[in-house]
């Protein structure tokens, strides 16, 4: 099988991903009808609500990361899985019940998206970390990947979807087919076969909290991916928002078009997700390369005079944006100690995802104070400093020389000058951060 596909020789892997390929499909589906529902039916195009219904579904990433961590790590995965999957499909067909009766008002899916916060907040890390217990580490890389893949595919193929039915049937349709879904995920679970999953080792006894932040507290490495991907998450990763605002109000679209722009950016964030699969390892230079066509990418996506010329940055920045976010993703999931995954992971998800409830209302607002354009570029600007810091920081702190070779192809190099440490738990950690830059 190709390198690129390689996990999906692991027979438990395969169903586990056909599963949720189909249910990406919906999700976004589902997220295309919801932002409709608000900005058409229940407001007159209020960004500042669509901002409050977003924070509202990333709420519980913030407030519940360490608590839903010790769960993936005290509880079978399998089975936190079955429980998250069903209430997902629970509000997620509450939702399209009330709007199919006429009866949805917008305090419900204010409501319904905390909800699915909550589900969600425990459901991402444990998704994250059961990939581990289907793979083995040397195709655990592969599946981060193809995980990011599926997610990306879904996004290419659901908002397309989802504005053809939204224009054909109307929005209740589009939250049905989205609660559906969730079935495939479902009957996936059940079908895998538990003698061929290696299960975690479980935490047990008290102070697992404390345990997981003192252990990323020492881990100068795993900070430094973190403080990447909350000023991403917050600023930069709130396409949902931003492309609603662009596409109706300085476009002037409809549904259709709208869901189109979700469809085209998933064209780049699918080609860094099957690139990123090919991959034997994630190297820090390949996320902060990707940061910087982040930058760029989206200040042009903030300048686009036209409709057109808007969905086309959206390519680049779909690609730049899914490379980032993929190769942190497999550096934090290959460097943490096994036992240690699912805290991790969680709190990984609340910096990522938790930030949204703050940058979500703000941007919100910025696009009814000073228009659509800003809250694209406000993100544009946060990620450009936060890679300036960032290199200065480990130039300084890691003794770091960094040079760009044109000869034959243009290739940049993160060198690190070895310096004797003595062997002592701040070396180890020393040493961690090191081999991350390299």
Avoid: C
């Amino acid at each position: 099988m190709s390198p690129t596909f390689q996990s999906l020789e692991i027979r438990n892997y395969r169903i586990y991903a056909s599963g949720a390929i189909v249910s990406n499909v919906g999700t976004w589906m589902g997220r295309v009808a919801q932002d409709w529902l608000v900005l058409t039916v229940l407001t007159d195009r209020s960004a500042t609500a669509l901002g409050i219904v977003t924070g509202l579904q990333f709420l519980p990433f913030l407030l519940l990361a360490p608590f839903a961590g010790m769960l993936v790590d005290r509880l079978p995965k399998r089975r936190l899985l079955f429980a998250t999957q069903t209430a997902l499909l629970v509000t997620a067909l509450l939702l399209a019940v009330l709007t199919a009766t006429g009866v949805v008002e917008l305090w419900h899916v204010y409501a319904l998206a905390l909800i699915q916060g909550v589900a969600t907040a425990v459901d991402n890390p444990a998704r994250q970390t059961f990939v581990s217990e289907m793979v083995d580490t040397d195709h655990l890389p592969n599946a981060v990947a193809l995980n990011s893949a599926s997610f990306n595919l879904g996004r290419l193929i659901g908002p397309a979807v989802a504005g053809l039915v939204i224009a054909g049937f109307g929005i209740a349709p589009a939250l049905f087919i989205n609660a559906a879904t969730f079935l495939f995920v479902l009957l996936a679970l059940l079908r895998l076969r538990s003698s061929e999953l290696t299960p975690s080792p479980r935490a047990r006894g008290k102070g697992q909290i404390r345990d997981g932040l003192r252990y990323v507290r020492g881990r100068p490495d795993l900070k430094l991916v973190l403080f990447l991907v909350f000023v991403l998450g917050t600023f930069g990763m709130n396409f949902q928002l931003t492309m609603a605002l662009m596409a109706t109000t300085v476009f002037d679209k409809g549904a259709g078009e709208y869901g189109l722009l979700g469809s085209i950016m998933a064209v780049g964030s699918l080609a860094a997700a099957l690139l990123s699969a090919r991959r034997a390892r994630p190297r820090m230079r390949v996320l902060l390369v990707a940061l910087a066509g982040f930058t760029v990418s989206t200040a042009l996506l903030a300048t686009a005079p036209s409709y057109v010329l808007f969905a086309i940055y959206l390519v680049p920045t779909g690609l730049s944006a899914l490379t980032a976010l993929t190769t942190a993703n497999a550096m934090v999931q290959i460097s943490v100690d096994p036992v240690m995954r699912g805290r991790v992971m969680a709190l990984y998800m609340a910096i990522f995802m938790g930030g949204t409830p703050v940058g979500a209302p703000v941007l919100g607002w910025i696009g009814d104070a000073w228009g659509p354009r800003w809250t694209i570029g406000i993100g544009t600007v946060a990620v450009g400093l936060s890679l300036v810091a960032v290199a200065v920081w480990v130039a300084r702190r890691q003794n770091v020389a960094v040079t760009f070779q044109t000869r034959r192809s243009p290739r940049l190099r993160i060198q690190v000058a070895p310096q004797p440490v003595p062997d002592t738990p701040a070396a180890a950690a020393a040493r961690a951060t090191a081999e991350a830059v390299r």
